[in-house]
């Protein structure tokens, strides 16, 4: 079973960049894509990036393009989320999570957005994005 931890948020001025990392614990990695997903104080829980077990594909929310990267590199059995240009509703709880045997399309790709349908989860880092 693999788990999932996450590090490297904080606090962060406006448009200040931070680079969230998620580790898995056990060998089998690459087996799981790789989703980002935050929540923030009274919101649900939503997808911010994801991306496939080989890494070659990756997609993203609308609020993210072009500031947020996803990225992982399997021999570390580590995913990473690089933030840019954070703004003030960028200020959340990031979770990473992952779905087994991930697959991408129109309807494949709904574990990128949909909580429910990952199977393992983190437990969560807060970044805090303020002056």
């Known amino acids: 079973q693999v788990q999932l931890v996450e590090s490297g948020g904080g606090l962060v001025q406006p448009g200040g960049s931070l680079r969230l990392s998620c580790v898995a614990s056990?060998?089998?990695?690459?087996?799981?894509?790789i989703a980002w997903f935050r929540q923030a104080p009274g919101k649900e829980r939503e997808g911010v990036a994801c991306?496939?077990?080989?890494?070659?594909?990756?997609e993203y929310a609308d609020s993210v393009k072009s500031r947020f990267t996803v990225s992982r590199d399997n021999a570390k059995n580590t995913a990473y989320l690089q933030m840019n240009s954070l703004e003030h509703e960028d200020t959340a709880v990031y979770y990473c999570?992952?779905?087994?045997?991930?697959?991408?399309?129109?309807?494949?790709?709904?574990?990128?957005?949909?909580?429910?349908?990952?199977?393992?989860w983190g437990q969560g880092t807060q970044v805090t994005v303020s002056q």
């Open positions: 999570a992952a779905k087994k045997f991930a697959h991408f399309g129109p309807t494949a790709s709904r574990w990128c957005k949909i909580p429910r349908h990952n199977d393992l």
């Open positions: 056990e060998i089998g990695f690459t087996n799981y894509g």
């Open positions: 991306i496939s077990r080989g890494g070659g594909l990756t």
